[in-house]
T-cell receptor
Framework: NAGVTQTPKFQVLKTGQSMTLQCAQDMNHNSMYWYRQDPGMGLRLIYYSASEGTTDKGEVPNGYNVSRLNKREFSLRLESAAPSQTSVYFC????????????FGSGTRLTVV | QKEVEQDPGPLSVPEGAIVSLNCTYSNSAFQYFMWYRQYSRKGPELLMYTYSSGNKEDGRFTAQVDKSSKYISLFIRDSQPSDSATYLCAMSVGNTDKLIFGTGTRLQVFP
């Protein structure tokens, strides 16, 4: 049982480049989330999706877009990367009907130079 | 003021010590309380889950919720070097799956 899988694990981008972070879960969860984690700032919600076909902004959505491709997959896109987006990105999923917290992926460590 | 406050530490203790990690919160509607453990360069993993007030024990770990004081604690008995990690508290309002996280407390247990 893989849980939540994120790719890639590491990425270095130049300012202005674009990229998509991929996330997939195999637990049949309805809700999926994208967080960024920075030293001293904790986890900050970027976007979330309560169900397939719906997405909503979180606390820090500027500079990001998301796609809930199907129930399993939720991708995060940086259209024009900036050094301020250097961070560790975590995807998570949960099931409201039997809520037992979030299951997190192992993270993507992104550096924008 | 943040909804959830957590001392960032670091907290450094000798092996075998009893560790107390704490969070305070301001929203009286919170009903579900969790503790996540995050090892360096890994994702957070759920450690303890409690509903409403009271204590819950799992091995060397005890989670305690005091809703009257808006205060939750995680106690670790006989701490081990393998407990060295960042511990994040999280809580949610009932009937939603929106979690509010603390910023995390870094714990180091030295041999």
């Amino acid at each position: 049982n893989a849980g939540v899988t994120q790719t890639p694990k590491f990425q270095v981008l130049k300012t202005g480049q674009s990229m998509t972070l991929q996330c997939a879960q195999d637990m049949n969860h309805n809700s999926m989330y994208w967080y960024r984690q920075d030293p001293g700032m904790g986890l900050r919600l970027i976007y979330y999706s309560a169900s397939e076909g719906t997405t909503d902004k979180g606390e820090v959505p500027n500079g990001y877009n998301v796609s809930r491709l199907n129930k399993r997959e939720f991708s995060l896109r940086l259209e024009s990367a900036a050094p301020s987006q250097t961070s560790v990105y975590f995807c998570a999923s949960s099931e409201m009907a039997n809520f037992m917290g979030y299951t997190f992926g192992s993270g993507t460590r992104l550096t924008v130079v | 003021q943040k909804e959830v406050e957590q001392d960032p530490g670091p907290l450094s203790v000798p092996e075998g010590a009893i560790v107390s990690l704490n969070c305070t919160y301001s929203n009286s509607a919170f009903q579900y309380f969790m503790w996540y453990r995050q090892y360096s360069r890994k994702g957070p993993e759920l450690l303890m889950y409690t509903y409403s007030s009271g204590n819950k024990e799992d091995g060397r770990f005890t989670a305690q919720v005091d809703k009257s004081s808006k205060y939750i604690s995680l106690f670790i008995r006989d701490s081990q070097p393998s407990d060295s990690a960042t511990y994040l508290c999280a809580m949610s309002v009932g009937n939603t799956d929106k979690l509010i996280f603390g910023t995390g407390t870094r714990l180091q247990v030295f041999p």
